[in-house]
């Protein structure tokens, strides 16, 4: 013995101090957990075990006793045994199957955990835990995709700690973001397979990590990357009919949409395509919810209208003849209701309700104020007055659903536009501040923090207008990860 004081490897595990008691410390004895001890070989941290039996311990295999971790395959169907939910430590990667393995873990015991309200609003595909089946399949897809995975987890954790251990956690990130990288520009040199669904769906997963961890304009990039595959493929239309790519394309539609809404309109990306893709985007939203993406269809519609306007304006001028078109948009904004929409979905219609009305306020709000920054609509007075209503509205709207943990997490944008609207009232701002840091750690998101930092640079500024706010290009989303489901299962 070195005289150090040793810590069982189950508080190792949870970043606390051990009272180094043998044979079990008394601190795991008091949790209700078996101490695994002190011994020099790490213990396997991931078992499956069969449901209703989590008390069982799995079989060690050879492989597993030499350091790597092993994954019993035996059992087919079964549940992950869920450590301590608040103590979770940040994925510890060591093995070909470990680094996906423990990923799996966190995503099951934290983030999925926190998906599971959003089933309250009824049933949802694509909110699941990941399970024995989907890990072996994962195991097989490419080295982007696994390491995307990977960094979508230590990018949960490090948004969830804040400071404490950024640094160790950062360093992981960028290791592994870079293999994820390497990996798919070498999938990308192969000119035969450089288009295929899985390249694309690396790149989506890479455009949301990017997103997440706040990686400057890495997101527009990825975003040109998906548009040029797309076309490639036969366009948007071919493709969003693909069940295995349906949830992919819609999540890219989501953040260059919205990602337009929150930049300089001399740097808004693809107006035009979204405006010709209009009915289509109407067509496959309507049937059915993204667990991402709330935004009200007929109003999501009008957001892209509003993004063209303000595109058009920049690059081509002619605002007189556009004020009528604004106009149009403006009243069909007014016009869309919130408890009719509702009364269309099965179940929860309070919920639903409450949804449409917050963001009706907010694409008011972003249809005056943007408009105006663009010189289509005037600063009168009568518009002026209606913004004020509609942001007291907006923030009402937003006290009940940022309570709500069935969608909290999809008011980030409506919250980003109340922070615009609310540059000459310093209570609205307060407001604002704190509910995008708490977001933040709840969600384990960059996303908000970016937005806050965002607007109180803009509240400081003297500035006035929506472009103002928005030096570059940003997108605001909460969405940390798609779908993959079927495309796993089909290599």
């Known amino acids: 013995m070195d005289g150090r004081k040793r810590h069982c490897w189950e508080c190792r595990r949870r970043y606390l101090v051990c009272d180094s008691a043998e044979p079990a410390c008394n601190r795991c004895i008091s949790s209700g957990i078996a101490c695994p001890g002190y011994g020099p070989i790490k213990p396997t941290r991931l078992r499956w075990v069969e449901p209703g039996k989590v008390s069982s311990r799995g079989r060690r295999s050879t492989k597993a006793s030499s350091g790597n971790a092993h994954l019993d395959t035996n059992k087919a169907t079964g549940e992950l045994v869920h450590a301590n939910h608040a ?12 680094h996906l393995a423990q990923a799996a873990q966190y995503f099951n015991e934290c983030i999925y955990r926190d998906l599971l309200p959003i089933t309250q609003l009824g049933h949802n595909p694509q909110v699941y835990s990941i399970t024995p089946t989907i890990l072996q399949q994962a ?60 390249v694309l769906a690396g790149v989506v997963t890479l ?25 490639l493929r036969g366009g948007y239309p071919t493709l969003v009919r693909s069940k295995v790519l349906q949830p992919l394309l819609l999540s890219v539609w989501f953040v260059a949409v919205f990602g337009n809404t929150t930049g300089p309109a001399s740097d808004i990306s693809m107006a035009d395509l979204h405006l010709k893709s209009v009915p289509m ?153 704190h509910e995008l840091t708490g977001l933040s750690t709840s969600m384990g998101t960059c996303s908000p923090l970016i937005a806050k930092s965002v607007l109180e640079r803009f509240w400081a500024s003297g500035e006035n207008c929506w472009d103002a706010c928005f030096d570059r290009p940003y997108v605001f989303t909460m969405q940390l990860a798609v779908d993959t489901r079927q495309l796993i299962a089909s290599l």
């Open 281 to 433: 985007m109407l067509d496959q939203y309507n049937n059915g919810t993204s667990p991402f993406h709330l935004c009200p269809p007929l109003l999501f519609a009008e957001i892209i209208r509003i993004n063209h306007l303000r595109w058009h304006v920049a690059r081509h001028g002619k605002i007189a003849s556009l004020s009528q078109t604004a106009g149009e948009t403006f009243q069909r904004i007014r016009d869309f209701s919130p408890e009719k929409w509702a009364g269309s979905k099965h179940s929860t219609q309070d919920i639903w309700t409450l949804v449409g009305n917050t963001y009706q306020a907010a694409a008011g709000l972003y249809c005056i104020l943007s408009l105006q920054s663009s010189s289509v609509f005037p600063k009168k007075s009568t518009l002026q007055s209606f913004c004020a209503s509609t942001g007291r509205a907006l923030q009402r709207a937003l006290k009940g659903a940022l309570s709500h943990r069935g969608i909290n997490r999809f008011m980030l944008w409506p919250l980003v536009t109340l922070g615009v609207q609310a540059k000459n009232d310093i209570v609205m701002r307060g407001y604002v501040s």
């Open 207 to 231: 455009l949301l990590v990017d997103v997440q961890h706040n990686a400057s304009l890495g997101w527009r990039w990825h975003l040109e990357g998906i548009h040029k595959i797309v076309n």
């Open 87 to 98: 103590m979770t430590p940040p994925p510890v990667l060591t093995s070909e199957i470990d």
């Open 139 to 198: 195991v097989r897809s490419p080295s982007y995709l696994q390491f995307g995975m990977v960094c979508m987890t230590l990018n949960h954790r490090m948004n969830q700690l804040r400071h404490h251990q950024s640094m160790r956690l950062a360093e992981r990130f960028y290791h592994y973001r870079g293999i994820a990288i390497r990996s798919l520009s070498e999938q990308l040199g192969e000119t035969q397979h450089n288009t295929d669904d899985v």
